[in-house]
């Protein structure tokens, strides 16, 4: 049996899906309790349904305000006792109470460069800016927004020509990578955020990111190796 996790969503679930596939080709000792969802209509739900994983819909629209929801939601995930939340496309902004309550058992994927571009429309916006490569960030979520620890990022070039939609494309094919192996390594108790708010692999402290095109051009201690 592995660490029992809940995964939160809003739309596609594709970053959900990579780790229930993940989970399911047993690289991912992991054991996903329930899906929530804030909006009923997240095709994420359906993919969370067919693997036999309990969903649940708060909606956001049933509370007058932010710190009500998220009373709620703690209590809906106090209920399936984890060992870690993975936020996967849910997108609300946390009241401070709430990522207190999960501090250092809150990850969040970021499709940027962290601390590049925080916020919504990364990809629209690397475009503008005039970037040559974007990507995408696992990080553990603190108070501040896409602020935290990052732990591992992937990166891709921006093609001449793209437009948000095909940068964004890009992009994801790289969370689906970088996802599972960040909340696989939380799983085997390889990653931690420290007491002092920094993050740590293997008791290493990460003074950036990982990079993917490190993990894999070191033949590596972390992409293939199970210490477990
Ligand atoms: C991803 O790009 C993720 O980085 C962002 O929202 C998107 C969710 O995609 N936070 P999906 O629902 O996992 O397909």
Redesign the pocket.
Known sequence: MGLPVVVL????????QALIDRQLAGDLPVEIRAVISNRADAL?LERAKRAGIATRVLSHREFTNRAAYDAELVTLIDGVAPGLVVL??F?RILTPEFVAKFQGRLL????SLLPKFPGLHTHQRAIEAGETVHG?TVHFVTEELDGGPGVIQARVPVLPGDDATAL?AR??AQ?HLIYPLAVGWFAKDRLRLGEDGLARLDGEVLHRPIRLDELSLAGNRTLTEDKV
């Open positions: 969503i809003s739309g596609a679930g594709s970053n959900l994420g996967a496309g997108m969040n994927i970021h499709p995408a964004a992009v994801l969370e």
